[in-house]
């Protein structure tokens, strides 16, 4: 036997209270921080903001394992959930991609209480990789080969036409619904950076 109609309808509002309960807080954070020009404080952001975002596909690749090898795969969800801080680069990683990893680190470990909020992921390209460098430096990082099912996500972090992501040395920011928000140029300022993520931790409940 059927609901009663008014019971239905109190259902019905229940599950829509309980959706802007969860969705409200970031979509007033983009709301705010890019949709309206507002800052708080009068601030503007450090980063180069992607407008409009763009939603990155979700994709499964292999960790990096002992001595470089493909080891087991991550979800799907791999960035989503968390606030993250994405690389791409050679596998070789080279002086300036071993400054970039060496501040999103400093930057996370600022954050304090809320650094569990965020994660760093790179991806790598080429051959794979100094394990025993990346384990020793940067233990939460989240190292994955970028293997051909990367191709499309990848795709999505080209800023112009022709651009290659694994050799423009940016970090990117990525929202907890695996929306690409935000990117910093070769040599952005850590501080800028910890600024913007504060910030936007602040405004938003999510992840």
């Known amino acids: 036997m059927s609901a009663p109609a008014p019971a239905l309808r109190r259902q019905r509002r229940a599950l829509i209270g309980l959706a802007l309960l969860f969705f409200a807080p970031l979509a007033l954070a983009f709301l705010l921080y890019y949709g309206t020009g507002w800052r708080p404080g009068g601030h503007v952001n450090h980063g180069q903001l992607i407008e409009p975002p763009r939603p990155l596909p979700a994709t499964s690749l292999p960790r990096v394992a002992a001595e470089g090898a493909a080891g087991a795969m991550t979800g799907p969800d ?10 791409v680069g050679s596998g070789a990683c080279g002086q300036r991609c071993k400054t970039e990893l060496y501040d999103t680190r400093q930057v996370r470990i600022a954050l304090n209480r809320d650094m569990d909020r965020v994660q760093r992921v790179f991806i790598a390209q080429g051959s794979c990789c100094d394990v025993k460098f990346l384990h020793e430096q940067h233990p939460d990082l989240i190292t994955v080969l970028a293997t051909p099912e990367a191709d499309r996500l990848l795709a999505l972090l080209r800023i112009s036409a022709g651009d290659d992501p694994a050799s423009a040395d940016r970090v990117y920011l990525v929202d907890p619904l ?5 990117f910093y140029a070769p040599g952005a300022r850590p501080k800028g950076m910890l600024e913007d993520l504060k910030r936007l931790l602040g405004l938003s409940q999510i992840g």
């Open 78 to 87: 791999l960035l989503t959930r968390k606030w993250t801080l994405l690389y």
């Open 178 to 182: 695996g929306n690409l928000m935000m």
